[in-house]
């Protein structure tokens, strides 16, 4: 069996068009056509059938899909513990960042691999959660930081790791603070404010706390780039939420203050990998050492 066309199906399979794979793997559509046409012949099924303008696995393809998935995994275990093993070469890990997730709350959960006592090479990726688990599934990403796990049932073999949960702390410019002072929340009502965009897992749960408090906020953005967002927090173009666990060192570095907790609010965190049993040393340590970046909140 060639290797290649198990990597040619495995890149139209998470795509799911084989354009975008030819655009992937740096290689023409046809000789994508091509091979996998060699591999359903050895198989004696097709793979896939066309659905609207891409392709969907058919039951056969969703069987060779789970057995590609491993067949990857097993390589990539065989390359990491080979360059462990061989020449005391950096230690690599490749992380990708939903833009949504805080660059706070993302550094503290990756400076464990840093600690680790290893020499530790640190590639970090930042994009949409699922160009990121487009690029996990490709074994181009050892691990993804998300505000979510995948979906079930999905085309992507994927594992989520709970990191932990926090609440949501409210943050304003002083000047907005004192022209919409009261008591919280009810001080909120028909306040500015700047909303994660709609992709944000936390964003229906932060709906509802307003609807629960009849605060009907005036949206003035929508940011799918939490730095972006915080940088018109701190012009004072409106109210904006943090995870409380890093409420304090976002206040200090934007210039904000703290108005109040939403309490009934529950922001999680994942780690997303294509393997359930970690050996990757560094993601072991991240995982271990999760629970203290949310002790607090």
Request: glycine share 10%; charged share 20%.
């Amino acid at each position: 069996m060639n290797y290649k066309h198990l990597q040619y199906f495995h890149a139209v399979a998470t795509s799911g068009s084989i354009a975008r794979a030819a655009a992937q793997l740096h290689v023409t559509a046809q000789a994508i056509s091509t091979q996998l046409g060699l591999l359903e012949e050895r198989f004696g099924a097709p793979l896939f059938r066309k659905k609207g303008r891409g392709l969907e696995l058919t039951e056969a393809g969703k069987i060779v899909l789970q057995y590609t998935g491993r067949i990857f995994d097993l390589g990539n275990e065989l390359e990491q513990t080979m360059r462990r093993g061989a020449a005391p070469v950096p230690e690599t890990l490749r992380v990708g960042i939903c833009d949504i997730v805080p660059k706070t709350i993302a550094f503290r959960l990756l400076q464990p691999a840093r600690e680790a006592g290893m020499a530790m090479r640190l590639i970090c990726r930042e994009g949409r959660f699922d160009e990121l688990l487009v690029e996990l599934a490709a074994h181009r990403l050892d691990l993804v930081l998300a505000d979510r796990g995948p979906a079930p049932g999905g085309a992507i073999r994927a594992y989520s790791h709970l990191l932990g949960s926090t609440t949501l702390s409210v943050l304003g410019h002083p000047e907005l603070c004192r022209a919409w002072s009261g008591d919280f929340p009810g001080r909120l009502r028909e306040a500015p404010f700047l909303l994660p965009g709609l992709e944000a897992a936390v964003r229906s749960q932060l709906q509802a706390w307003f609807d629960e408090h009849d605060l009907r906020p005036v949206v003035v953005g929508e940011f799918d780039d939490g730095a972006l967002l915080k940088a018109f927090a701190r012009a004072g173009a409106g109210f904006m939420v943090a995870p409380t666990a890093v409420a304090a060192t976002v206040a200090v570095e934007y210039g904000l203050e703290d108005v109040g907790v939403a309490g009934t609010i529950a922001e999680q965190f994942h780690a997303v990998t294509v393997e359930r049993q970690l050996d990757h040393p560094a993601v072991k340590r991240i995982l271990r050492q999760a629970g203290s970046v949310f002790a607090a909140a």
